[in-house]
């Protein structure tokens, strides 16, 4: 069954690593689809195999010939049958499944295609090619009925929209695990022109590694907020996740002492007798001091099984982006720690994620063994997708759906506007960034040598008492020399930290258009309650319990968002006292350079 | 005797000023020839009458058919003739005089033949058309003989080849000379592309005004140093100029308590019935403290006694550029009388010139009459041009002619030098001007911009306890509008001065080459001492006194150049202290204001 691909972007192997260097327009033979991780094996026309990222080509014939025509118009009773709720593994049995979706694509797509989801509010600006503009914000929301509205459910099934979507969950230890960093799409551009660490950012492989995600969890993937507004099932008690009314209204339960951990010290580590290389991170939890080690595939395992487990009721960031090349160097190594400790310190925050039973496993690895015993345990765990909220129990008196609604919509506006507000601050610092790194210190630097210049001119001049002023000029001109590389290297110590917060909310950002579109599905189905009963398709015991459960959505999403207020407000407040107190330094600093080179000069 | 011309650039004619807009390509017929100032009479097809910059046309037939081809080889006695030394004031005469330069078009001339000696050194970036690039400094120096020497002599007679060039020494009160304003070329930008002051730079008509200064001072014009190599009168006591030996080498004797003035108080006039308007400013001399009003004219009739009288030794600064357009708009006569300040500071700086009589004259009007009676006096003195060595005197033994020669190169080449080194200076410094007051500051306002934008994002989430967060945001947003705002600002603090300092150093090296050009061709006289001997044509006493004059030039120059150095060490210490200081103030200010905004941001 092999198939013909025609390359879409050039494509440069990285030596040592199985890769196939191949050129945009050159025709090749794919020889193993089932690589995973965005990845494929394929031939060149001189009979070269090697491993090719998926989304640099575009298959001329579809392999599994499953195509969105072919998808059958579900009833509402169907989307939630009980058979859709049982954990199916198989690959084969996945993609057939897929077919319930439509609006997932379920053939090895281009592209272009793939990466529908990646940005729901606006077009990125330094997007990849693979990254295209099918906005899910462009969808009308709230107003879809049956079918409809289990077409907006099933865009969560993507997953979280956002720059970085994992690859596939692979098994443990097949050879190709190395291939865990496939770079997709970009924020900002951390070092600018420059190129620091080398990292080409080659387009991202989420559209089909997520395809592969939620093949696997059809729990999560096939069925609409029905499957819990009607659930007949009661969650297990030591399961269940309270929500108190705070003093800013409804609150998740949070520990006495918040978890923490390190992520640190990086190391290289190999297996294959070299052949296969990875990155093994030190995290370090401050609730045991035990450290553990984790590669990024690993990371990756665990947002998952969050996303799968909490991805309805809870945002759950994604990753740092992933990357085809340079993913051994050094500069990309660090951000790339400094990025999954930024995501490690969001998930120990938040209460319900940091004390789950899959978050805890993470972190406490004794051996191999029990690792894999946590592993399989996490993936059979049925409690995913909106049956998450069969688990929360609200303190409180159930809420009016219309106020439901009201909430809702006041989140969805509220968090749309603070997207186009991060995104315009990162569009804003990223020129800035290239100022301060570019033509600016190349200014001052050029002012320097002009000072400098002149005053090797007036030592020449063979005048007495010319060396107090050429000294001072000298000076001067070093000076600006100096300020020039003090504006250069400034933006990695105040700048960066502000972008890498938006950065990292504008991520977050991009998970709530899915979470929010689960509550809005919900809410639908419930005001379709009296047509249901009407119709006889529900009993009117069931629109009592929709109605229950939608205010127990609606009192998690809000505990949610008072959740997000609050961390929101503790980040922009700590990000911006670090940016103006790094930016106070720097102009104070010039200021005391330039008192000291204003010093040696002498009129009398 | 009416003559044809072509236009070669558009001209709009200024309401009320008798002016004529003429078009390029436009043919129109010379009415009047002898308007000075820079300005024709013109009548074009329509009949109408009006004025046009001489720049701005080209004759089509020249009117006194003197042209360059029929220029007399002049033997080395030739130009040394009594007769050359007399005054003569008709302009008929003195168009005549011309042709005995070789350089000099003698013929109204266009822009581009009109402007040679523009700039001698380099091509100025922002040179209106009628500044060409034909440089003196790219003319072979100190290898001329006889005539060749007596050419390179005659450059001088171009008068000082910087930016701007005064026009002819016109009458008084004749009705044209309001005309005092024609802006020649640029300088830096000041205002950027802001367009200030709205001064449109319309090429220089300083070409054609020079040749008729010097059409009016042939004893300046018309001879080489001969006249004063080989002179026989001794200068009059009382007209003594000497040079002492000082601790950095030859001096000028400088005065105990240095002459200062104050230029002030610009206020518009009129006369004709209100028809004409100038600007008059008040000049007040520290020596009188009694205030004395002159226009701009007057200004550049001391420039043009000062030029003639004293240029073979001391390089005379030009005044500030002169304008066509938007003379009268408040920016426009601010800047000027900045600069009219820093020439005179100059000059009253400089112990020979400010203890002159023309220049005690200028500052020390009384009445109508005695203005008349000193500017006509003045107009008659015979000792200009290499006549003034006549009047130094050295207090020291004569210098060894090799020693002389290499001072010379020596001042030569540091002069070269610094000019280039302004030069690079100034450049730099019009790119940090454009860069601070364009896209830096509008930078700044969109970091500021989107800082309060996410505050209002931010007020808008219902979450309680948002108000200190979006306060504090909104004030850092601010305090980066108000940082924008001193951005914008500062350079016309401190950038300005520095380049104003420089602008004014650039124009006083544009006079060297010339000053120094005396010397060399002085030089190159006395070298051929021995063949002139030996032909007969000099007596063997004669190459003594031209050895013993060719001393008393170099200490002259040498004093010069001490004068020079001095000042431009306390010039340039002045300036840097100021800059610096002010770009202290600027950063100090910043990190104050951030510093007050980052106190705003809270964290627990």
Known sequence: MANKAQVLYDFTAEPGNNELTVKEGETITITNQN??????????????????????????????????????????????????????TSNQVDIAGCAVQPDTPDTPASPNEASNGNDPWSVWNSDPP??????????????????????????????????????????????DDEWDDVKSSGGYTESGEAGEGGAINRGGAHGSSMKIALNKFPGFSKSGPELYLLSKQPAKGKDKIPVYMGEVGPVWLYP????????????????????????????MPSTTNKPVNHRYKHFDWLYERLLDKFG??????????????????????????????????????????????????FLSY??????????????????????????????????????????????????????????DLLTVGQEHWKRCTGPLPKEYQRIGKAFQNLSSV??????????????????????YEEIAQMVAEQPKKDLHFLMETNNEYKGLLGCFPDTIGV????????????????????????????????????????????????????????????YLEQQVKFYETIAEKLKQAHSQFVTM
Chains 1, 2 share one sequence.
């Open 35 to 88: 690589i995973g991780g965005g990845w494929v094996e394929a031939q060149n026309a001189k009979g070269e195999i090697g491993l090719v990222p998926e989304d640099y080509i575009e298959l001329t014939k579809a392999s599994p010939a499953v195509g969105n025509a072919a998808v059958p118009d579900l009833s509402f009773f169907d989307a939630f049958a009980p058979t859709t709720a049982s954990s199916a």
């Open 312 to 361: 309805s009721a809870i945002p759950i960031p994604s990753l740092p982006d992933k990357q085809v090349t340079g993913r051994f160097e050094e500069e990309f190594i660090k951000m790339r720690m400094e990025r999954l400790q930024g995501w490690m310190t969001r998930m120990c925050r938040h209460p319900i994620i940091s004390n789950s039973e899959v978050f805890q496993l």
């Open 519 to 578: 509550h809005k599905a919900a809410i639908e189905k419930v005001k379709e309650g009296d047509k249901l009963v009407a119709t006889g398709k529900i009993m009117p015991q069931d629109k009592v319990t929709m109605a229950k459960r939608i205010s127990t959505m609606s009192y998690a999403l809000q505990a949610e968002m008072n959740h997000f207020h609050s961390n929101r407000i503790y980040d922009y407040n700590r990000v911006m006292q670090l």
């Open 458 to 479: 007036f030592n020449s001049s063979g005048y007495q008492g010319e060396a107090t002023l050429t000294d001072a000029l000298t000076a001067a001109g070093k000076t």
């Open 366 to 423: 004794k051996d191999e063994k029990d690792w894999k015993m946590g592993k399989r345990k996490a993936e059979k765990d049925e409690t995913v997708g909106v049956m998450i909220f069969s688990t929360i129990e609200p303190e409180a008196p159930d809420l009016d759906p219309i106020e439901v609604e009201q909430k809702c919509e006041m989140f969805s506006r509220f968090t749309r506007a603070m997207d186009d507000g991060v995104k």
């Open 130 to 175: 693979g990254n295209s503009a099918n906005n899910w914000a462009a969808k009308p929301e709230g107003t879809e009925t049956g079918k409809a509205a289990g077409g907006n459910w099933n865009s969560t099934a993507h997953g979280h929209p956002q720059a970085y979507q994992g690859p596939g969950a692979a098994d443990d230890d097949e050879w």
């Open 256 to 283: 006495e002492t918040q978890l923490d951990c390190v992520v640190a010290d990086p190391k290289k580590g190999s297996k294959m007798y070299g052949l296969k290389s990875y990155i093994e991170y030190q995290v």
